[in-house]
């Protein structure tokens, strides 16, 4: 007896001169619970007829002209202004094409153009072509990833870009991975597993069945660290804060005192998450020194390589995450440095005994069924504790077949050779001052006007320069000539974080950013 699969195929091979979908007249409509049912309500052609319109709108608007650096990074309005200009109101009835087509032109025109050769605001810029493709294919097939059987290609390709990207961390044996919604939520992960990996019992006997769990960070971290702490009821608390040096590079030596502090007080120290390319700074921990503890005190080690992970990238830099090959998980995020677009983000863990699926499995039987056709090893979503799950790994895949290895390795060198430039050219104008040398692409630095540079540093001086920033942020962003971020670190006054990713940026982009912030601040 043929398989179902294949009688099936003889049977419509038969019949395929018919067709089941032509009808065979105008049927009556049929009334269901006062519901008409005649036939779809989507006018395809009308649906057509939109779709052609706004695709030039959005070439035109959202991808030619928000890449051009002769337009504006932004055109600034206040909340209020914009909910005038938006008339965001939801009404009873629809609108008419014409005018949610200039919706459409709104909503592009008022929304900051992040693939601007300006825009160094965030951890990520510019615009990929490839990468933005494999959005506009994902969005219009709308698959989501819990099944091999409703996303075939996108799993598979989730699988390889998984595998080389374990392949580049250096862990030879393999291990295993999962495309998470954002490096929070990877960092989360990373909690979560360890936590399990430590007590399994906790999965299904619940926090009251643990001791009292502590974990370490450096103060430099991205706060989802304790962000997952609070969210899985470790507790903030019980997170051990590890002092930095003056390069934001955690103290492996404090990392161990604290360590031992845990264990006086008869808690489990379970974890500690280690940074590559903290967010500020753009620094990176030690990470040979920090393997060598957990080694030594069984702890699981957390690499959050979100913003630094490109650097593995390149052969030049690569240097920079020595040791991250001994992590026990790894959080890295391509939509960053790699360009890969928002949002795209891999958890991997060095481990290959079905850790993520044992950790987080549901086992949900009306999805994940054992009895199907095809090889259900194929079925990964059980290991997320999401269900519905965007393709965001083919963007990356679609991106990387397009310029290969080592298109994003000239990527991570550039970016990297670009931020070196910039650094130089702060220290030979008046009135600029590096915060540090860059490691990284973080380039931070401080404006000081003509009117303080005669000023001697102390208390007053640096009030007076912490008011800078602010202000020349608030006048770029209102000219929309530019974006770049300000903060205060520590006991330091407020600072330019200026970010280089982008290819587009050139050597010019960096001189007129220069060039601005003293035309917007020298009268201050």
């Excluded at 005018?99 to 601007?116: E, F, M, N």
């Excluded at 991975?177 to 360890?194: E, K, L, Q, R, T």
Aim: aromatic share 10%; hydrophobic share 40%.
């Amino acid at each position: 007896m043929a398989p179902t699969n294949e009688r099936h195929l003889n049977d419509t091979s038969s019949k395929a001169s018919e067709s089941p979908a032509e009808p065979k007249g105008k049927r009556p409509p049929v009334l269901v619970d006062g519901v008409t049912l005649n036939g779809p309500t989507l006018d395809i052609r009308e649906a057509e007829s939109f779709l052609r319109e706004a695709m030039p709108i959005i070439m035109e608007e959202a991808v030619w002209k928000a890449t051009d650096v002769k337009e504006k990074v932004c055109e600034w309005r206040s909340p209020e202004q914009l909910k005038d200009l938006l008339d965001l109101e939801l009404r009873e009835g629809g609108e008419a094409h014409p005018q949610i087509l200039q919706r459409c032109r709104d909503a592009i025109r008022y929304s900051v153009k992040t693939g601007h050769p300006l825009f160094f605001n965030q951890l990520y810029a510019g615009m990929d072509p490839y990468s933005l493709v494999g959005r506009f294919i994902t969005e219009a097939i709308n698959p989501s990833l819990y099944t091999y059987e409703v996303a075939p290609v996108f799993l598979l390709t989730e699988e390889a870009v998984l595998k080389k990207m374990i392949e580049i961390i250096g862990w030879q044996e393999g291990g295993d991975g999962i495309f998470s919604p954002g490096g929070s939520v990877s960092n989360m992960y990373a909690v979560n597993v360890a936590r399990y990996h430590h007590c399994p019992d906790v999965k299904v006997l619940g926090l009251s069945a643990l001791p009292r769990l502590v974990m370490f960070t450096s103060q430099e971290c991205h706060y989802s660290v304790s962000k997952a702490a609070a969210f899985l009821g470790i507790g903030t608390n019980n997170v051990y804060v590890i002092p930095s040096d003056k390069r934001g590079k955690m103290i492996p030596a404090e990392f161990e005192k604290q360590v031992q502090r845990a264990k006086d007080e008869g808690a489990l120290p379970f974890m500690v998450n280690a940074t590559a390319g903290t967010t500020v700074l753009g620094a990176f921990d030690p990470l040979e020194e920090i393997a060598d503890i957990c080694e030594r005190h069984n702890l699981w080690m957390h690499v959050d390589a979100c913003w630094g992970g490109g650097a593995l990238m390149s052969k030049k830099h690569r240097y920079l995450l020595q040791g991250i090959h001994r992590a026990n998980s790894v959080a890295w995020n391509p939509h960053k440095m790699l360009m890969a677009g928002l949002q795209c983000c891999a958890f991997m863990v060095r481990d290959k005994t079905n850790l993520l699926q044992r950790c987080h499995s549901a086992q949900a039987s009306y999805l994940f069924q054992q009895d199907k056709f095809y090889d259900v090893s194929y079925d990964t979503g059980d290991k997320s504790i999401q269900c519905s799950r965007k393709p965001d790994a083919f963007k990356f895949w679609l991106m990387w077949k397009a310029i290969g290895t080592k298109g994003l390795e000239e990527r991570v060198d550039r970016a990297l050779a670009m931020a070196r430039y910039l650094a130089e050219e702060i220290k030979k104008r008046d009135g600029f001052r590096l915060v540090m040398e860059p490691e990284y692409t973080n380039v931070c630095f401080w404006y000081i006007p003509p009117s303080l540079r005669d000023t001697a540093d102390g208390p007053e001086f640096w009030r007076k320069v912490h008011a800078v920033a602010p202000v020349v942020k608030e006048r770029m962003m209102k000219k929309g000539s530019m974006m770049v971020g300000y903060q205060p670190h520590g006991d330091k006054a407020n600072f330019f974080r200026q970010i280089i990713i982008s290819p587009q940026v050139s050597r010019e982009d960096m001189d007129f950013l220069l060039d601005q912030i003293h035309s917007l601040g020298m009268d201050l």
